[in-house]
C-alpha cells in the first residue's frame, strides 16, 4: 500500500501568492491515515513556499531535491526549477517520481512535477493532487468574479475542493509570499 492523495493550490494575485493545502494522507484507496498533515511549508529562509502532492516520499524527495538546487543556485526560483527538470530529463536521478509541487517566491510562481515538467501556470492560479481540479475551478471563478485577496481565495478553494474530493480535506495550512 502507498500514502497519497492532497490537494494543493495557487493564486497570485496583487502581488501576494499565496499556497494552501489540505492535511489528509490517505493509505490506499479507502483509508484515512492522517487528517492533519503539513504540505505547505516555507524554505531558503522563508523567502519560498511550496507545496507537494502525490506519493509521500517521491514528495518529499522532490522537495528535497528542489531545495539543494535552490541553495546550489543563491535561491533564484526559475533557474532551480529549470536545473531540477534538467536532472530528470537526462535521467541523472535514476526514476521518475510520483510527485508534483507548487513553488512561489516573490516574483514566480511554478508547478514542477516528478517527470522533469516546469510549468508557469496562467492567470496566477494554479492546482495539484487529487481534489486540484475542483480547487482550481473555484480559485479562477473566485479571481473573476470576486474581491478577495490570495490567500482567501486559496483557503476558499481548498475549502470547496474538500466538500467535493474524498482524498481531500478541510485541515488547510496556507503560506505566502
Known amino acids: 500500500m ?18 494552501a493545502g489540505d492535511g489528509q494522507v ?5 483509508v484515512v491515515f492522517k ?3 503539513v504540505k505547505v511549508r516555507r524554505i531558503y529562509g522563508g523567502k519560498v513556499i511550496l507545496g507537494f502532492a502525490g506519493s509521500v516520499t517521491d514528495a518529499f524527495s522532490l522537495s528535497e531535491r528542489f531545495e539543494g538546487m535552490l541553495n546550489k543556485f543563491a535561491g533564484n526560483l526559475m533557474r ?16 521518475k517520481l510520483d510527485a508534483m509541487m507548487i513553488t512561489a517566491d516573490r516574483d514566480n510562481l511554478l508547478i514542477l512535477s516528478g517527470t522533469g515538467e516546469v510549468i508557469e501556470p496562467d492567470e496566477g492560479v494554479c ?17 473573476q468574479n470576486t474581491s478577495f485577496g ?6 476558499k ?9 474524498v482524498y481531500t480535506n478541510d485541515h ?6
Open 2 to 19: 502507498e500514502f497519497h492523495g492532497t490537494t494543493i493550490c495557487a493564486v497570485k494575485k496583487d502581488g501576494v501568492t499565496a499556497i
Open 127 to 143: 492546482a495539484i493532487g487529487s481534489g486540484g481540479n475542483y480547487a482550481l475551478a473555484a480559485a479562477r471563478a473566485l479571481v
Open 80 to 95: 532551480s526549477a529549470v536545473e531540477l527538470a534538467d536532472l530528470w530529463r537526462s535521467d541523472k536521478i535514476g526514476r
Open 35 to 37: 487528517n492533519s498533515a
Open 26 to 30: 490517505t493509505l490506499g484507496e479507502s
Open 157 to 165: 478553494a481548498l475549502k470547496i475542493a474538500s466538500e467535493i474530493c
Open 172 to 177: 488547510i495550512i496556507c503560506e505566502t509570499v
Open 150 to 155: 490570495a490567500e482567501e481565495i486559496a483557503r
